[in-house]
């Protein structure tokens, strides 16, 4: 019977998770608010249902009263951010937030299954990073000055970075970051936020070529940091950060051109300078030719995305342990070998609805420093999103960065979050925005048509015709008109 329900409940997951990632792109399509309402509604309801059925198997399989528990400590959690987050902030973009429950809702169920203590330690922590975000909205709408900052960013950025280099911890032959208290805290991820703000702050500035070649100074300081560190991935994405924010503010592709050949001589030195960088390149080549010398991780991610199909293997029915950090680097290919790649293909999608939300909130607000903050940050979450999945899938060699808001990792979730609540502040500021140029536009429209009304009211108080003469005043003309006639005669 347990294996009836685990075959049949796979099917309904993937049923869930295709029309919740529908309803992603197709209310973009609906301009009536209260029809967006109706479908935002449907997505919650779809999401808490995956997640009914996803831990309703797992505890069939396991018997372990925990996962009940666990369970409700998450519907708790989730449904008290969708309250808190659209009651605190009327103007909040439900779509963010149900795209981001949704994420964590996924991860939960993933890490779960892998490991339950990682599982609970990451619940803790996206309870605390949840209710820090809170606050996020209200600093961006409140702090006015946050785009004259630019030395504090730079310098910030550039401290926390060096901090690593000198008392970090080596991780898979990369300096990530350190421990504090038995906490481990990796400031790269904190950094990619900071160097976001530190870029539009300089860019809105001045977009002279001083500054300009003043910024890449600051930017290349930062790979050059992460490089030393051998943290090639975060040094990668703040590199494809900056080159898009660099050509959105100045609109020349000779300066992406020139940074993309930089790049390259980059990823040439990088080649030759450091050994696990060959190492990965030549897994990437052919993981099963170097199986025993570092391909075993990838070979084993690609035996598990071809091993769960279309459909997936159904939860604890695959083997997703045998992959090495599989809930940290390789969490895809574990979703993919348990649930199915159509219900991975639609976790991609509802990250790209995602980016596409943080585009629209960039091209539809006015500051040029609050724009290029929500395309950076967007460019950094995609990215990041591109190479993870495209490492575990061997499309580009892997780089060991995690999936935002779905793998394990405490520094990633929060620094995920904060950036997530980023967005939202950017979103009510536009909405403000929009307010605003209504309330005028009908001020304007107030004052044309009084200036109108009054101008009608002249015009007519000009054209009043004579009044009409009494009698009296008629007889007296009369008399006097006689009068004059009888002189003239004498």
Same mark, same amino acid.
């Given at each position: 019977?347990?294996?009836?329900? #685990?075959?049949?409940?796979?099917?309904?997951?993937?049923?869930?998770?295709? #029309?919740?990632?529908?309803?992603?792109?197709?209310?973009?399509?609906?301009?009536?608010?209260?029809?967006?309402?109706?479908?935002? $509604?449907?997505?919650?309801?779809?999401?808490?249902?995956?997640?009914? !059925?996803?831990?309703?198997?797992?505890?069939?399989?396991?018997?372990?009263?925990?996962?009940?528990?666990?369970?409700?400590?998450?519907?708790?959690?989730?449904?008290?951010?969708?309250?808190?987050?659209?009651?605190?902030?009327?103007?909040?973009?439900?779509?963010?937030?149900?795209?981001?429950?949704?994420?964590?809702?996924?991860?939960?169920?993933?890490?779960? $299954?892998?490991?339950?203590?990682?599982?609970?330690?990451?619940?803790?922590?996206?309870?605390?990073?949840?209710?820090?975000?809170?606050?996020?909205?209200? +600093?961006?709408?409140?702090?006015?000055?946050?785009?004259?900052?630019?030395?504090?960013?730079?310098?910030?950025?550039?401290?926390?970075?060096?901090?690593?280099?000198?008392?970090?911890?080596?991780?898979?032959?990369?300096?990530? %970051?350190?421990?504090?208290?038995?906490?481990?805290?990796?400031?790269?991820?904190?950094?990619?936020?900071?160097?976001?703000?530190?870029?539009?702050?300089?860019?809105?500035?001045?977009?002279?070529?001083?500054?300009?070649?003043?910024?890449?100074?600051?930017?290349?300081?930062? #790979?050059?940091?992460?490089? +030393? /560190?051998?943290?090639?991935?975060?040094? @990668?994405?703040?590199?494809?950060?900056?080159?898009?924010?660099?050509?959105?503010?100045? $609109?020349?592709?000779?300066?992406? @051109?020139?940074?993309?050949?930089? &790049?390259? #001589?980059? /990823?040439?030195?990088?080649?030759?300078?450091?050994?696990?960088?060959?190492?990965?390149?030549?897994?990437?080549?052919?993981?099963?030719?170097?199986?025993?010398?570092?391909?075993?991780?990838?070979?084993?991610?690609?035996?598990?995305? &071809?091993?769960?199909?279309?459909?997936?293997?159904?939860?604890?029915?695959?083997?997703?342990?045998? =992959?090495?950090?599989?809930?940290?680097?390789?969490?895809?290919?574990? +979703?993919?070998?348990?649930?199915? +790649? =159509?219900?991975?293909?639609?976790?991609?999608?509802?990250?790209?609805?995602?980016? =596409?939300?943080?585009?629209?909130?960039?091209?539809?607000?006015?500051?040029?420093?609050?724009?290029? !903050?929500?395309?950076?940050?967007?460019?950094?979450?995609?990215?990041?999103?591109?190479?993870?999945?495209?490492?575990?899938?061997?499309?580009?060699?892997?780089?060991?960065?995690?999936?935002?808001?779905?793998?394990? %990792? &405490?520094?990633?979730?929060?620094?995920?979050?904060?950036?997530?609540?980023?967005?939202?502040?950017?979103?009510?500021? $536009?909405?403000?925005?929009?307010?605003?140029?209504?309330?005028?536009?009908?001020?304007?429209?107030?004052?044309?048509?009084?200036?109108?009304?009054?101008?009608?009211?002249?015009?007519?108080? &000009?054209?009043?015709?004579?009044?009409?003469?009494?009698?009296?005043?008629?007889?007296?003309?009369?008399?006097?008109?006689?009068?004059?006639?009888?002189?003239?005669?004498?």
């Amino acid at each position: 019977m347990v294996n009836i329900i #685990v075959e049949v409940s796979k099917y309904l997951m993937i049923i869930l998770m295709t #029309v919740y990632t529908y309803l992603c792109f197709s209310i973009f399509g609906f301009s009536d608010p209260d029809r967006k309402q109706r479908l935002l $509604r449907k997505q919650n309801v779809l999401m808490f249902a995956i997640q009914l !059925v996803a831990y309703m198997v797992m505890y069939l399989q396991t018997e372990d009263i925990r996962m009940l528990g666990f369970y409700l400590m998450q519907v708790v959690l989730f449904g008290a951010t969708i309250l808190l987050y659209t009651n605190i902030y009327p103007k909040v973009s439900r779509l963010v937030v149900n795209n981001m429950c949704m994420l964590l809702c996924i991860g939960m169920i993933m890490l779960t $299954r892998l490991d339950y203590e990682n599982a609970v330690k990451q619940y803790v922590i996206a309870a605390g990073a949840i209710a820090l975000s809170l606050v996020v909205p209200v +600093i961006i709408r409140k702090f006015k000055l946050l785009s004259e900052w630019r030395t504090f960013y730079g310098v910030a950025g550039l401290f926390s970075l060096a901090i690593v280099v000198v008392i970090g911890q080596v991780s898979y032959g990369a300096m990530l %970051g350190f421990s504090i208290g038995g906490i481990s805290v990796q400031p790269s991820e904190v950094v990619k936020i900071i160097f976001v703000f530190f870029v539009a702050s300089s860019f809105k500035k001045s977009l002279e070529f001083r500054n300009i070649v003043i910024t890449t100074a600051v930017a290349a300081f930062h #790979v050059l940091i992460l490089v +030393i /560190s051998r943290d090639l991935g975060a040094a @990668l994405i703040i590199f494809i950060v900056y080159l898009a924010m660099l050509y959105v503010a100045t $609109r020349q592709p000779l300066y992406v @051109l020139a940074g993309l050949g930089a &790049g390259s #001589v980059a /990823s040439v030195a990088a080649y030759y300078l450091f050994s696990h960088v060959r190492t990965r390149v030549i897994v990437w080549r052919d993981p099963f030719a170097a199986y025993d010398n570092g391909g075993y991780q990838v070979a084993q991610s690609l035996f598990a995305i &071809g091993t769960g199909g279309w459909f997936g293997m159904g939860l604890f029915q695959g083997e997703p342990d045998t =992959i090495p950090v599989a809930s940290e680097d390789f969490i895809f290919s574990a +979703i993919a070998e348990e649930m199915g +790649i =159509i219900f991975a293909l639609c976790l991609i999608l509802v990250c790209v609805s995602v980016y =596409i939300m943080f585009l629209n909130i960039a091209m539809q607000l006015r500051s040029m420093f609050y724009k290029l !903050v929500a395309l950076g940050l967007g460019t950094c979450y995609i990215f990041q999103v591109f190479l993870t999945i495209g490492g575990v899938t061997k499309f580009i060699p892997s780089t060991g960065v995690t999936l935002p808001l779905v793998s394990y %990792g &405490g520094s990633s979730l929060v620094s995920t979050l904060i950036m997530f609540a980023i967005i939202q502040g950017l979103y009510i500021l $536009r909405e403000d925005e929009e307010e605003t140029i209504e309330r005028k536009k009908k001020e304007r429209l107030r004052a044309k048509r009084s200036g109108q009304e009054a101008k009608a009211r002249a015009g007519n108080a &000009g054209n009043v015709p004579e009044r009409p003469k009494r009698s009296g005043q008629k007889g007296q003309e009369k008399g006097q008109r006689k009068a004059r006639k009888e002189q003239r005669i004498r």
